[in-house]
């Protein structure tokens, strides 16, 4: 049994080695990046990453960070842009508008809401059985009846209110 266990761990994770080893140089995570886009976390209380948005450049990318070291007197508003946008991933106005997420939740609440209620009006339909005999107007009036003639709980129940010789309740 221990050694078909130990077969398929070996089969299935590609032999036999230790985990958590890194070298010297490495993070002690052993992540490697992923893409450039990875480590950048820009938040409305924390706006300022502590990484660029992008950090793999392009040809153009690397021109504009060379011309970035010069006078911005001398860039345009769409590079100004453009270098925000290697910085940051969303500007504050873009991280404050409101998303329609909250719609997507309510329509799923919705309907959840009304299988549940097709739930419930099939189990009453099919499943719950009919309603039983002793549960009808006139199966009840005759319940009331016969307690009111066995005189059931004479000094503070039914019976202590019920004039036995006018037929009626007191008042």
């Avoid at 886009?37 to 938040?43: E, F, G, L, S, V």
């Avoid at 106005?93 to 299988?115: D, I, L, P, Q, Y």
């Avoid at 039983?132 to 003639?149: M, N, S, Y």
């Amino acid at each position: 049994m221990f050694s078909r266990a130990a077969r398929s761990l070996v089969i299935r994770t590609g032999g036999l080695r230790t985990r958590g080893t890194h070298s010297p140089g490495d993070a002690a995570g052993g992540q490697r990046r992923m893409t450039p886009y990875i480590d950048c976390y820009a938040q409305r209380s924390y706006p300022m990453p502590d990484e660029p948005f992008c950090t793999e450049l392009s040809e153009e990318q690397r021109a504009l960070k060379e011309k970035e070291k010069g006078s911005w007197t001398q860039l345009s508003q769409a590079e100004k842009v453009a270098l925000y946008r290697l910085q940051f991933h969303e500007t504050f106005a873009e991280m404050n508008h409101r998303s329609n997420e909250w719609k997507t939740v309510m329509g799923c609440v919705f309907f959840f809401v009304g299988f549940t209620a097709l739930v419930i009006w099939w189990q009453r339909v099919y499943v719950f059985p009919k309603k039983v005999i002793t549960l009808t107007e006139e199966r009840k009036a005759q319940q009331l009846q016969r307690l009111l003639d066995m005189k059931s709980n004479p000094i503070q129940g039914l019976a202590a209110h019920w004039d036995y010789e006018k037929k009626e309740w007191k008042k």
